[in-house]
């Protein structure tokens, strides 16, 4: 397949419809010229016939004298060649001015008919050199002749001129207009050529470049503005990308560390087995810490790249609340922490029920982690007409008001000082977020330091 750039697919299109339009145009102009020029030489025709009936009232007898004076009159500038014929009723001719025996029209008798019932015949023919032949046949007074007189066309100059004039102006115009089209879409073209240049020179390392978006508010402006904001996408998205995998590394490899660390320790000298079954404990500690964070990194890699399946169904979400409060009840007593919990029965929602177990799981996760012993925890399921609402509301260490924007962050951990006996990896509120954010619901975080934070979920009933 042939592959044209836009300037030569405009200027085409440019050339053909205006040479389409100037081909039409000459068509209808030299049509009209022509007709209007063989009306002429018609009514010349009939003038020369009209006269020749008129004289044949006024004197019979000199008819064919008259006829022949007539046909060698040439003052038409149109015509080199005349003869008349004098018709009878049945066609024969009666006279001929001209010898020449092709100088006759051979009549039909319905042509017949119709000429003696008044109606005047024209018809062009070639003569023997090839010349056109117009010809007019109409009936005399008394109905019983017919005069027939024939013009043999000079060669029509004017309607050659003027179709050269045509044909040479159209040439003109054609080759101006592909001259012209051409200019016109480099011109056009030319901010797509700059913005191609310009974006050439945006590499993935300097992604913060931007295209110059002139003032002129027209397609080019546009599509500036769109591939600009495009660009700022990528580039936050990049830049997430990075951040992610540099802080993915990072709560790696501390685990990791210490893990080696732990072990090499343990293989410097004999230990006893009560020694050993110290180090593993902790080593398995830190695997479990280990295998969360690759865990909620795979379910954070596969929402991102929307290949999480989830299956949303009409659920309960008081069913979902009452396992995971015999869990919170098991994990809270053994800190001392008091739990209340409220709840409707009915509280149905469109929601994949292991992501919503999850997320419960994580958010009870923190209460119970950031809430010292002897605390409180409460848990409400409300709902109304649109809403199913669930507060958790925990008396814990709370979160500073500078802190609290970033605590949905991936790796956030927030008062990292106070929590640093607590294990994670700053993944379980991201999570949250997403399978929230997936459900069409919000949740929003009220928190005071050291007087504990209430995080309060709302889902779209169903
Ligand atoms: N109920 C809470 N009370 C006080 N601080 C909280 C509470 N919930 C979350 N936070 C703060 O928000 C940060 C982010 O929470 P998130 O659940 O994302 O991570 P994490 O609990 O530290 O680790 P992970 O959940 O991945 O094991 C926590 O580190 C903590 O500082
Ligand atoms: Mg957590």
Request: aromatic share 8%; hydrophobic share 40%; net charge positive.
């Amino acid at each position: 397949m042939i592959s044209w750039t836009i300037r030569t697919k405009l200027t085409f299109w440019y050339t053909c419809i205006l040479g389409g339009t100037l081909f039409l145009f000459g068509i209808l102009t030299y049509v009209t010229f022509s007709y209007v020029n063989s009306k002429s030489i018609d009514i010349g025709l009939k003038e020369e016939a009209d006269g020749i009936v008129h004289y044949a009232q006024l004197s019979k007898n000199n008819l064919e004298e008259y006829a022949i004076r007539i046909s060698k009159e040439s003052g038409e500038e149109w015509a080199h060649e005349k003869y008349v014929a004098i018709l009878d009723h049945t066609g024969n001719v009666q006279f001929l001015s001209s010898s020449t025996a092709d100088n006759y029209l051979h009549l039909s008798s319905h042509q017949i008919k119709d000429i003696l019932s008044g109606k005047p015949y024209y018809k062009t023919v070639k003569n023997a050199k090839g010349h056109p032949l117009r010809i007019i046949t109409m009936a005399m007074d008394d109905g019983k002749q017919m005069i027939q007189i024939g013009f043999v066309f000079k060669k029509d100059k004017t309607s050659r001129t003027f179709l050269m004039l045509l044909m040479s102006l159209g040439g003109f115009a054609i080759v101006g207009s592909l001259l012209g089209g051409r200019l016109m879409a480099k011109k056009a073209l030319k901010p797509v050529e700059h913005m191609i240049q310009e974006l050439r020179n945006i590499q993935t390392e300097h992604l913060n470049e931007r295209l110059t978006v002139h003032p002129a508010k027209d397609e080019m402006n546009n599509l500036a503005t769109v591939i600009n904001s495009m660009l700022s996408r990528l580039e936050d998205s990049f830049s997430q990308v990075r951040q992610f995998t540099a802080d993915a590394s990072h709560e790696l490899r501390t685990p990791i560390t210490i893990m080696k660390t732990g072990i090499e320790v343990a293989l410097r000298k004999g230990r006893t087995a009560l020694n050993y079954q110290r180090i593993l404990a902790n080593t398995l500690e830190d695997l479990e810490r280990l295998s969360k964070i690759v865990e909620n990194l795979f379910i954070l890699a596969k929402a991102d790249a929307k290949r999480y399946e989830m299956h949303r169904e009409r659920m309960n979400l008081s069913n979902v609340i009452t396992d995971i409060a015999d869990q919170l009840m098991l994990i809270a007593e053994a800190k001392h922490i008091s739990v209340s919990i409220e709840k409707t029965e009915d509280a149905f929602i469109a929601g994949d029920e292991l992501l919503m177990r999850m997320l419960f799981l994580n958010l009870i996760d923190n209460a119970i982690k950031y809430t010292p012993q002897k605390g409180s925890i409460s848990l409400t399921l409300s709902k109304n007409a649109d809403f199913v609402r669930v507060a958790l509301k925990d008396s814990g260490i709370g979160i500073s008001r500078e802190e609290l924007p970033y605590i949905f962050d991936r790796f956030y951990r927030a008062n990292k000082a106070r929590s640093a006996d607590t294990s994670g990896g700053g993944l379980g509120l991201s999570i949250c977020q997403w399978i929230i954010k997936s459900h069409h619901g919000n949740i929003i975080v009220k928190s005071k330091l050291h007087k504990g934070s209430t995080f309060t979920i709302t889902l779209p009933a169903c």
